[in-house]
């Protein structure tokens, strides 16, 4: 079993920044990659940002691209997601998930994840 405990999120006004973190506990930490996934109110979750589980390789959806940037520590078991340049659209709950061995070679797909977060709640103001 692995636990995951998203914080960091909060108000923050357009073009502003807030990061994100991923604390995790139960196995290994190193042994699966990571990502993050938003759900806006009415929206289908949706794919954010993944790492690798080594960090040498980082997927990003179109939206968030040259905007936002996943890494991770292992030694601490977090992994984060810097946020900058805001936008009112990129208002959603947040939630970090860990997998053990996907099949699409970038983490896209919410069913390549084994375990997830409750989520947190980031709102950008315009």
């Known amino acids: 079993q692995v636990q995951l405990v998203e914080s960091g999120g909060g108000l923050v006004q357009a073009g502003g920044s807030l990061r994100l973190s991923c604390a995790a506990s139960g196995r290994t930490f190193s042994s699966y990659a990571m990502g993050w996934f938003r759900q806006a109110p009415g929206k289908e979750r949706e794919f954010v940002a993944a790492i690798s589980w080594n960090g040498g390789s980082t997927y990003y959806a179109d939206s968030v691209k040259g905007r936002f940037t996943i890494s991770r520590d292992n030694a601490k078991s977090t992994v984060y997601l810097q946020m900058n340049s805001l936008k009112p659209e990129d208002t959603a709950v947040y939630y970090c998930?860990?997998?053990?061995?996907?099949?699409?070679?970038?983490?896209?797909?919410?069913?390549?994840?084994?375990?997830w977060g409750q989520g947190t709640q980031v709102t950008v103001s315009s």
């Open positions: 998930a860990a997998s053990l061995g996907g099949y699409s070679g970038t983490y896209y797909w919410a069913n390549e994840y084994n375990y």
